[in-house]
């Protein structure tokens, strides 16, 4: 059974004893965002990010989900993405494409990749301009308290090192405050090309969801909720702090296996 709803200054913690709990229960979230925001705005914008992320959301593709879940609204959105080709191994396309979207009656036009034809500083313009057309049509909300766009639900993974999204520590991206979409071309992490949501955008969504397994995590994860570094830096995943949003952390028993908390790992 997994103990969710356990409050903490850094969000909503569900920590589960098994994975196909965790599954169902990230299963069980986004068909329930869905079904509000559909009913809200008539639209499901949602941005992912790779990884072990999209292995996760499997049970969309099961029963009930796939036949109760209004598909036809979603729209499709990348968090952040390697700038490669998309049928290339390491697209985070790709992984959502194979392992979600062919599963699944998502309007094609309705999924939006970036150019993998370009660079990654264009490629990075380019997917701003595509995000900020679909603000003027209110398919994708704004913020009440800034310009930027305010996604209905932001999926994303922690790395080891802390990272979220292609947002890595001690990266002059973290600091970028203008742009929507940002690029970097000397991610620590192979491929070095790829395009990002800057902090300002993912700390504008109304909901942020961070989906953490495995024991390898379980250091950052700490530093990502309970604790700053020993140099009193923060990581990037402790600067994800939705400003007017909610946010979610779906955990294994590994993952959390460090937090202080005794209640959370009773």
Same mark, same amino acid.
């Given at each position: ?56 959301? @499997?049970? $969309?593709?099961? #029963? %009930? ?6 598909? /036809? ?5 990348? *968090?952040? =993405? ?16 194979? @392992?979600? $979207?062919?599963? #699944? %009656? ?6 939006? /990749? ?5 660079? *990654?500083? =264009? ?144």
């Amino acid at each position: 059974m997994a103990l969710s709803g356990v409050q903490k200054d850094r969000g909503d913690l569900r920590i589960h004893e098994s994975m196909d709990e965790l599954k169902t229960d990230l299963a069980d979230y986004i068909a329930e965002l869905s079904d509000v925001s559909v009913k809200e705005r008539g639209f499901f914008a949602i941005a992912l990010s790779g990884g072990s992320l999209i292995g996760l959301m @499997g049970k $969309l593709c099961e #029963v %009930p989900y796939n036949k109760t879940v209004d598909w /036809s609204k979603w729209y499709i959105f990348w *968090a952040d =993405e390697r700038v490669v080709a998309r049928n290339h191994a390491d697209s985070n396309y790709k992984l959502a494409k194979d @392992g979600l $979207l062919s599963k #699944v %009656p998502i309007v094609p036009s309705h999924v939006h /990749s970036i150019n993998d034809s370009v660079s *990654a500083e =264009e490629a990075a313009d380019n997917y701003e301009f595509v995000i900020r057309q679909l603000v003027k049509t209110h398919v994708v909300s704004v913020s009440e308290i800034n310009d930027c766009p305010k996604f209905d639900l932001i999926l994303l993974g922690l790395g080891a090192d802390g990272h979220i999204a292609s947002l890595f520590p001690n990266h002059p991206a973290l600091d970028e405050r203008e742009e929507w979409v940002t690029f970097i071309t000397d991610s620590p992490k192979p491929p070095p090309e790829r395009i990002t949501f800057t902090l300002p955008v993912i700390n504008s969504a109304s909901n942020v969801a961070v989906v953490v397994t495995g024991e390898g995590k379980a250091d950052a994860l700490h530093l990502a909720i309970e604790e700053v570094g020993p140099d009193g830096s923060l990581i990037p995943a402790r600067m994800v702090q939705p400003t007017m949003g909610k946010l979610v952390w779906f955990l294994d028993k590994q993952a959390a296996s460090k937090l202080k908390n005794s209640d959370l790992n009773s």
